[in-house]
Nanobody
C-alpha cells in the first residue's frame, strides 16, 4: 500500500511558476511509474507528465512540453512537477498517482492504482 500526499499548489498570475511535490509513504516508488494528472471543473481527468522511478524516463502531454518538468528525489522518495509559464488553462486540481506495474508511457488514468488527494492550481489572467 502506498500513500501519496501532494503539496505546492496555489494561486499565481499567468506566466508564473509553481512546483508541486508528491511524497510517498508506506513504501518507496522503486519499480513504479509515477504520473501527474489534472482535472478542471466539468472536464475529464487528463494526463500531464509521467516518470518511471527506476529508469527516470519521462514523458509529457503536448500541453506540458517545454513548460513543465517532472523529476524525482530518491532520497526523499518524492516526485516533483515544476510548472513554468502557467496559463489560465492550466488551472485544475493536480493529482499524483502510481502505476505499480511500472509500465512505461502509461498515460491512462484508469491504469493507476494509487492516488493522492489532489492540490489546486489556479493561474489567473
Amino acid at each position: 500500500q502506498v500513500q501519496l500526499v501532494e503539496s505546492g499548489g496555489g494561486l499565481v498570475q499567468a506566466g508564473g511558476s509553481l512546483r508541486l511535490s508528491c511524497a510517498a509513504s508506506g513504501r518507496t516508488f522503486s519499480g513504479y511509474t509515477v504520473g501527474w494528472f489534472r482535472q478542471a471543473p466539468g472536464k475529464e481527468r487528463e494526463f500531464v507528465a509521467i516518470i518511471t522511478w527506476t529508469a527516470g524516463i519521462t514523458y509529457y502531454a503536448d500541453s506540458a512540453k517545454g513548460r513543465f518538468t517532472i523529476s524525482r528525489d530518491n532520497a526523499k522518495n518524492t516526485v516533483y512537477l515544476q510548472m513554468n509559464s502557467l496559463k489560465p488553462d492550466d488551472s485544475a486540481v493536480y493529482y499524483c498517482a502510481v502505476d505499480s506495474s511500472g509500465t512505461y508511457y502509461q498515460t491512462t488514468a484508469a491504469r493507476y492504482d494509487y492516488w493522492g488527494q489532489g492540490t489546486q492550481v489556479t493561474a489567473s489572467s
